[in-house]
């Protein structure tokens, strides 16, 4: 492997694609910083059109009630309520985004999320036909009532689960009969897959260096970020340095740092979970999908793909043992037997 200071030198040569952590601060004179949540606002309809032409947008939210795993600051599902009226409840394990997220639901939708009141109930009068709840739990266990939801949307999630297997088993009891599971994100093979592209803007680096000299060059470029913006010499990003490392990686007892924000999912290990808990369509039987050996297992497998970086570079997205680096996105819909 090379060293830190081989990837500080290679890293100047690349640019960093668009994250909004490196945002522009939004300057204001009170609530929180909305930089982040209004990009996921931006980009909801894009994940949501990941799944067509088999699934239309309004096929996946219109009007019904959503559960959005890992929804961040809740731009996505307040874009959700806002523009298809659907009820959601966003489920986040950072407490940090819970302001921001009250925050865009209430410029948007009109009223603030009521911490007692019930994630399912009405829309309140005045809202945009839909609501967002803001709740902080764990999509392993979310103490949610079973069978509460129509949808449940993982974007850009399934990538940062500690236990994908346990959050799947949580997804059948809190769907409906019926109710599919829509999961996207790109796996670790991607040219970004290891989640440091906010200051790391080599492609691919996961390939090239090892863990500690990726976490060890990241936190000097984020140090070196917040000295600039305490200086005045750069725009205050809308996350600063220190936040970026705490909210990415763990200090472990001996002193070791690793990043804790991904679990590494590629390809081939999504496609073993699947097998687990899904039966094919070619299974299937009078609409019951049973499993081969007969025992009924939680999903049946409505759709899997795999888009490629680019189209040009289809073939290359096909073949056995490159072509986890050369998928964008995994695209998965799951329905409750």
């Not at 709840?133 to 949808?151: I, K, M, N, V, Y």
């Not at 200086?231 to 936040?243: D, F, I, L």
């Not at 888009?307 to 570079?313: A, E, H, I, S, V």
Request: proline residues 7%.
């Amino acid at each position: 492997m090379m060293s830190v200071k081989t990837l500080l030198k290679l890293n100047k040569l690349f640019r960093c694609p668009a994250h909004p952590f490196n945002a522009p601060a939004e300057e204001t004179q009170q609530g929180p910083d909305l930089a982040y949540a209004r990009w996921e606002y931006g980009r909801a309809e894009a994940g949501l059109l990941l799944f067509a032409p088999w699934y239309a947008p309004g096929d996946i939210v219109f009007r019904k009630d959503v559960l959005d795993i890992g929804c961040g600051a809740g731009g996505c599902g307040v874009y959700y309520a806002e523009k298809y009226g659907a009820r959601v409840t966003g489920l986040e394990l950072e407490e940090r985004y819970e302001a921001q997220a009250e925050a865009l639901a209430a410029e948007l939708l009109g009223a603030r999320k009521d911490s007692s009141a019930d994630p399912l109930a009405d829309p309140a009068p005045g809202s945009a036909g839909g609501s967002f709840t803001f709740l902080l739990a764990d999509a392993a266990e979310s103490g949610l009532q079973p069978e509460s939801f129509d949808t449940i949307i993982m974007s850009d999630a399934f990538e940062h689960l500690k236990d994908p297997e346990a959050v799947l088993r949580e997804c059948r009891r809190l769907l409906r009969p019926g109710g599919r599971v829509f999961i996207s994100f790109p796996p670790y093979g991607h040219p970004y897959g290891e989640h440091l592209s906010d200051l790391i803007g080599i492609p691919w680096v996961q390939l090239f260096f090892s863990e500690a000299d990726m976490t060890a060059a990241y936190a000097r470029l984020a140090a070196e970020l917040d000295e600039k913006a305490g200086s005045g010499k750069t725009a205050r990003p809308s996350v600063s340095g220190a936040q970026r490392i705490a909210f990415r990686f763990t200090k472990d007892p001996d002193g070791t740092c690793r990043n804790t924000y991904i679990n590494r999912m590629t390809l081939k290990r999504f496609r073993g979970i699947l097998e687990r808990f899904t039966t094919s369509p070619d299974n299937s039987s009078s609409g019951r999908g049973d499993a081969p050996s007969g025992a009924q297992k939680p999903f049946r497998l409505a759709l899997y793909r795999e888009k490629p970086l680019r189209g040009w570079l289809l073939p290359l997205a096909k073949l056995p043992g490159i072509k986890e680096h050369f998928v964008r996105m995994a695209v998965c819909v799951l329905e409750k037997q």
